[in-house]
């Protein structure tokens, strides 16, 4: 079975903080995304990465960097935390020939 | 642009009732449409899912049939259980959108024993 795990299910941070959120999957899949989940408006895509050191911005990635050093690391930074960026993170993994994607349990933020 | 827009909930239900939720979509060419369902505390996976029209999707007692002509794929199961309680997400991926996957806004469902 696919694994993606995150490195945190609970986080509260304070307002300008530096965030990083840590997702780590281990089926060598080369494609990882990460979304925030807000009710009402579904999962929106911050940024995904189709290989190492390759990025690219999603619909929402004001705010946001994010890093792939490894091909089974995807970690997302939050660089100055503010109240807005309060939120459900998930992150997902997908292989090169498949379009079903594997999302790990989640981490909910709170900036306070 | 692509898009999905699926009924807004919650929804609930008594045990052993009939189950649809609806779900149409925007899309230019073929895409693929997918059910994932969220179950308290934990992240999406993947319910059902039919790459082209007419296909029907199916597991676990669910279905979804592709409906090119009304660009549909509603959710059924004839009779839900307790467990079933979650939220449901419809989603596409297209190739027109890059073979992004893009989500509707989700479905919450409590079944009542």
């Known amino acids: 079975d696919v694994k993606v795990t995150q490195s945190s299910r609970y986080l509260v941070k304070r307002t300008g903080e530096k965030v990083f959120l840590e997702c780590v999957q281990d089926m060598d899949h080369e494609n990882m995304f990460w979304y925030r989940q807000d009710p009402g408006l579904g999962l929106r895509l911050i940024y995904f990465s189709y290989d190492v050191k390759m990025k690219e911005k999603g619909d929402i990635p004001e705010g946001y960097s994010v890093s792939r050093e490894k091909k089974e690391r995807f970690s997302l930074i939050l660089e100055s935390a503010s109240t807005n960026q309060t939120s459900m993170y998930l992150c997902?993994?997908?292989?090169?020939?498949?379009?079903?994607?594997?999302f790990g349990p989640g981490t909910r933020l709170t900036v306070l | 642009g692509n898009s999905v827009t699926q009924m807004e909930g919650p929804v609930t239900l008594s045990e052993e009732a009939f189950l649809t939720i609806n779900c149409t979509y925007t899309a230019t060419g073929y895409p693929s449409l997918f059910w994932y369902v969220q179950y308290p505390g934990e992240g999406l996976q993947l319910l059902l899912k039919?790459?082209?029209?007419?296909d029907k999707g199916s597991n676990k007692g669910f279905e979804a049939t592709y409906r090119k002509e009304t660009t549909s794929f509603h959710l059924e199961k004839g009779s839900v259980q307790v467990s079933d309680s979650a939220v449901y997400f419809c989603?596409?991926?297209?190739?027109?959108?890059?073979?992004?996957?893009?989500f509707g806004a989700g479905t919450r469902l409590f079944v009542k024993a």
């Open positions: 997902a993994s997908k292989g090169a020939r498949t379009d079903t994607q594997y």
């Open positions: 989603a596409l991926s297209a190739l027109t959108g890059g073979f992004k996957t893009i």
């Open positions: 039919a790459t082209k029209a007419d």
